[in-house]
């Protein structure tokens, strides 16, 4: 039942702020060395934008182009989609159990929590190093879009200017976050609204010398190129795109009012994924011929190949193509900081649990995990050595960690939900209780974690086989694939460590009451809307939007 319907159904519904009477448990399941209070300054519309448009950034700008190029406009679009529609399942999954359990580390909680501490041990760090490692890249690629009006001033200038502008918000705590990425999102979604309506009139011949195109592209120079390989090619490109979506689970345990906001931001994906992504990539491959050879270069941070901007220079306006530039740069800047969110929010709950050294734990009187930012703005000074010479292959090995690294955590998502909701069941706890259930419940997680596994597989396969003819290769290999090898040394360590060899925490001792906020009930019909043929229709669109 949807956060609309139960408003409707039950009017003011309560949630038990002590829950199950049990006073004996602390707030959060497994807190070793219990830091400072994070403050809760996110508002319902800071959770809204940070979900529509918080992770649009180089990976749709830039990163598309070089999808297209590998896969075609049609292994673009259903690339895109495949990971989109597993996101939407993941986010449902993830935003039932934020708001039951608002709890600091979120995602990272759940898994350790209804999973395995050693599989959430893995899955934390290997979260927590994506960002970190990210971060240096985005900075570069803010320095290399300014490159685009002056490419005679040194990158490392930039790095600088904007390490230190991530710093500055760093002071305002996370309403500083909030605030930032509510009017970057703006401007984000404005830019991808603007070019669907100039692709449009592009692809009819109202702009430039080509005439009306219309599908033409599509069939030459064809809507798929190199076969499975390419079309395989597509999901690592498209989990780096959607990577930060997750964020908004993340950001539960800040939030003012986290039983409003999580479920109504959740259903923004839906959004998101659909206009943003798919119509915006749709209008692209209709546009600009995936055979360009611009399109080579359409990877890592260099805008001056962004299949965006190409596409509205082959169309011969002027003035577009720098302003759609300063576009990227908002969104650089952008991911860039939520960067310094994702990875201080999970090391911070790792280090109170005890899997993270314990200084990290250390939040100050303004809610600031400070030391967990000291350390994502030390790895930010890695963006000189990527201006180095021969640095970029430096980078190029970091970034390995990060895009695979989202489908473990985005399947851990769900089979953390699906093991809730097994556990819920085998306690004998009434469902009725849980504030926010999602849509399709066990069998959306269930199709959402298949999803991971299948892009996980033709990652690997890409691989081995990034084209038809290629042979494999172990330097190409782990390039793409580095960030399994890390999990899985990560999840073993941990075993080792601990001398818990079992694989999952039973059903029957994972702890349900701990932090959980549900719902009082009283009696079924005052809470439950009855299910009919007649109301389907309203009840399907109240779950997704």
């Not at 596994?453 to 086989?465: G, R």
């Amino acid at each position: 039942m949807s956060d609309t319907t139960e408003k409707q159904v039950k009017g003011e519904a309560t949630v038990d702020p002590q829950p199950y009477g049990n006073e004996g448990h602390d707030e959060e399941v497994g807190i070793i060395n219990k830091g400072g209070q994070l403050h809760t300054d996110l508002r319902s519309r800071h959770m809204q934008m940070i979900a529509i448009g918080g992770a649009i950034g180089a990976g749709l700008f830039i990163g598309s182009g070089s999808a297209l190029y590998k896969g075609g406009p049609a292994a673009l679009v259903i690339g895109y989609l495949i990971v989109g529609v597993m996101l939407l399942f993941t986010m449902q999954a993830l935003a039932e159990l934020a708001v039951l359990y608002p709890v600091n580390g979120a995602f990272y909680t759940y898994v350790v929590r209804f999973v395995d501490p050693s599989w959430g041990f893995a899955m934390g760090w290997d979260y927590a190093i994506a960002w970190l490692t990210v971060l240096p890249f985005e900075l570069i690629a803010a320095g290399l879009t300014i490159q685009f009006w002056r490419p005679d001033l040194n990158v490392a200038i930039w790095v600088t200017v904007f390490l230190v502008i991530l710093a500055l918000i760093q002071i305002f705590g996370v309403r500083g976050y909030g605030e930032v990425e509510f009017i970057l999102s703006m401007i984000k979604i404005a830019a991808c609204t603007g070019f669907i309506i100039l692709g449009i009139v592009i692809n009819c011949g109202g702009v430039g010398d080509r005439g009306y195109i219309g599908a033409k592209y599509w069939y030459d120079p064809g809507a798929f190129q190199n076969g499975f390989n390419g079309f395989a090619g597509v999901f690592v490109v498209a989990a780096f795109a959607f990577g930060g979506t997750e964020l908004v689970g993340l950001a539960a345990a800040e939030s003012a009012n986290p039983r409003r906001a999580i479920p109504l931001a959740s259903k923004q994906v839906f959004f998101r994924i659909a206009f943003f992504y798919i119509i915006n990539l749709f209008i692209l491959g209709l546009i600009l011929p995936s055979n360009d050879s611009r399109l080579k270069n359409a990877s890592g941070s260099n805008s001056s190949y962004s299949p965006f901007i190409l596409a509205i220079e082959d169309a011969g306006i002027a003035v577009l193509p720098s302003i759609f530039n300063a576009v990227i740069t908002i969104s650089v800047i952008s991911v860039a900081n939520s960067c310094t969110f994702g990875s201080t929010r999970t090391m911070q709950a790792m280090a109170e649990r005890g899997m993270a050294p314990k200084f990290l734990s250390y939040v100050d009187k303004a809610g600031r995990p400070l030391w967990c930012v000291v350390v994502q703005l030390a790895f930010g000074l890695l963006g000189y050595v990527g201006v180095a010479s021969n640095g970029l292959d430096v980078f190029t090995w970091l970034l390995s960690l990060s895009g695979l690294s989202y489908f473990f955590v985005w399947g851990s998502c769900c089979l953390a939900h699906i093991r809730f909701r097994m556990a819920w069941k085998s306690q004998g706890l009434d469902m009725r209780e849980i504030p926010y259930r999602a849509p399709l419940g066990i069998w959306g997680s269930a199709i959402g974690l298949g999803l991971n596994i299948i892009c996980l597989i033709a990652t690997f396969y890409n691989s081995l086989y990034p084209s038809p003819d290629a042979t494999p290769d172990a330097a190409a290999f782990f390039e793409q694939y580095l960030a399994a090898p890390l999990v899985i040394v990560l999840y073993l360590m941990y075993k080792a460590y601990t001398g818990k060899w079992q694989m999952w925490v039973k059903l029957n001792d994972i702890d349900l009451r701990a932090g959980a906020r549900p719902l009082i009930i009283d009696e079924e019909d005052e809470i439950m809307e009855k299910k009919t043929w007649a109301n389907l229709p309203m009840r399907t669109i109240r779950a997704f939007f």
